[in-house]
């Protein structure tokens, strides 16, 4: 039974959504992965820089990236800026324990931050915005108001 793709994006269907995750602590990828595969989000999870940018080629309808910004061989900064240049509009969630990341996602309507630690309430919460058609808009409003 195939569905139209007209129908398919009118519907919010969580299971078409690709989450890319580039983390290169082991314990915290598998838990980014089995927390958003129980809410039925498909999960490509990479240790590493390198391996998120093939990754991320190989499966062009992934609909978000969750980078974490410390990574061997390559900073998130260095991997936002190749990832800017490929022209891609899939939005990135940064997530770090650093106190710089606003600098690095400030005037850059691409990318969103998360402070490490965090609930994965939140990030779940993020997610859901980033994924709405009309998340430009929402980026703005505050989430933490409710």
């Not at 009118?10 to 915290?28: R, S, T, Y």
């Not at 991997?79 to 650093?98: D, E, M, N």
Request: no cysteine; charged share 20%.
């Amino acid at each position: 039974m195939m569905m139209s793709q007209a129908a398919a994006s009118q519907n919010f269907n969580i299971n078409n959504h690709k989450i890319l995750a580039i983390e290169d602590d082991p314990e915290v990828l598998a838990l980014y992965k089995s927390f958003l595969q129980k809410r039925g989000y498909q999960v490509l999870s990479a240790a590493g820089a390198v391996e998120g940018m093939s990754l991320l080629q190989s499966h062009p309808d992934t609909r978000l990236i969750l980078l974490d910004l410390n990574l061997p061989g390559m900073s998130g900064e260095e991997w936002i800026t190749w990832y800017l240049q490929q022209g891609k509009r899939t939005p990135v969630v940064v997530a770090s324990g650093k106190g710089d990341i606003l600098t690095i996602t400030k005037g850059n309507n691409m990318t969103a931050a998360l402070t490490k630690p965090f609930l994965m309430e939140e990030l779940q919460e993020l997610i859901e915005v980033l994924l709405a058609e009309d998340w430009h808009e929402q980026v703005s409003v505050d989430r933490k108001t409710h």
